[in-house]
């Protein structure tokens, strides 16, 4: 009887044992962390503490067992291996999928988009808005130019590092970590061949990106774009100024002129290229890669001058000769007077 009683006994608390392990697993490994939302982006700045990550959390979550969450997370040493970053997380989770799936890093990238932009302050708050380094921290580190004259570039041609694309981006970049990622995509984009066809024109790639980014704002119709970055080259080659009018435009800092007068071209500025002959002392504006390809593949011609059509359609007459060019420019501005377009 005794017996039974002690195997009663042990019975017992094995089945309450197995309840309790049950439970246990229950509470450490069931989906006890629940949003109203399919997935959460979640995001742990740089050097944030545990709390702050607590903090983050709970404002996205609700977790069921405050204090059985913390035990998980000081058992698994999260508390001393917090890595930032952006991370997507699902509805429904277990304290532990959890804890490993922020200790383990496995961050996703943002995607950074960047286009029609004509300063590095643009650039700045375009990709400021998307990571964790903001605005002003990456102007100040593109204004200075220690940071990259070592790799041929100055303020005034900075621009030209970003071509104009979408980028994934980790969310924690640091200023200093966007311009390594930057720098390496555009020595992958001036690959051998683009950088065969700028040396077979005689120019490097910061030259090709003024002139891309001079046509970008010169040309509506991108068939037009090849022929005239050949009438620039011409003039280049002839020593004549480029005489571009979005240079114009950029030295006075207003791009809502739509016609370039004789006031303007008095401006004292080394981007005026009526003044002034070569090459400007940088991009107008973030070169698009259109605009590149066209200077790459310049059409080879005679021409030496370009006029918009008057009929407004955004195409241009093509000459080689002045007097040919004054016909065309006088057309023209007859059309703006007609329309009373007068700045």
Request: charged share 25%; net charge positive.
């Amino acid at each position: 009887m005794k017996k039974k009683l002690i195997l009663y006994f042990l019975a017992g608390i094995g089945i309450t044992g197995v309840i309790i392990l049950i439970i246990l697993y229950r509470i450490i490994f069931g989906l006890n962390i629940k949003s109203e939302k399919n997935y959460q982006s979640i995001h742990i700045p740089t050097d944030a503490s545990y709390a702050q990550v607590l903090d983050t959390l709970k404002s996205h979550y609700i977790i069921k067992n405050l204090k059985a969450f913390n035990w998980v997370a000081k058992k698994k040493n999260y508390p001393d291996h917090i890595k930032p970053g952006r991370y997507i997380l699902g509805k429904d989770l277990s304290y532990f999928g959890l804890i490993d799936h922020l200790r383990s890093g496995n961050q996703i990238p943002v995607l950074t988009t960047f286009s029609n932009v004509r300063t590095i302050n643009q650039i700045a708050g375009k990709i400021g808005s998307d990571i964790e380094a903001d605005s002003v921290q990456i102007l100040n580190f593109l204004l200075n130019d220690s940071n990259y004259k070592s790799d041929g570039f100055k303020k005034e041609n900075i621009i030209s590092l970003f071509i104009p694309n979408t980028y994934e981006i980790y969310w924690n970049t640091s200023a200093k970590e966007l311009y390594t990622r930057m720098i390496k995509e555009y020595r992958k984009f001036w690959n051998k061949e683009r950088l065969g066809k700028a040396k077979e024109k005689n120019l490097d790639p910061l030259e090709v990106a003024i002139l891309a980014s001079i046509i970008d704002d010169e040309v509506a119709k991108s068939d037009e774009k090849t022929r005239i970055a050949g009438v620039y080259l011409n003039r280049l080659k002839r020593g004549i100024p480029l005489q571009a009018c979005p240079t114009i435009k950029f030295a006075l800092n207003d791009f809502t002129i739509t016609r370039v007068l004789n006031k303007h071209l008095m401006v004292e500025s080394p981007y005026n290229t009526y003044k002034h002959k070569g090459f400007p002392p940088g991009p107008i504006g973030c070169p698009t890669i259109e605009g590149i390809d066209a200077v790459l593949n310049a059409e080879k011609h005679d021409y030496l001058f370009f006029a918009a059509k008057a009929d407004f359609s955004g195409f241009h007459n093509f000459s080689r000769t002045l007097s040919e060019h004054n016909h065309y420019a006088a057309l023209y501005q007859k059309e703006l007077d007609r329309r009373k377009i007068f700045k």
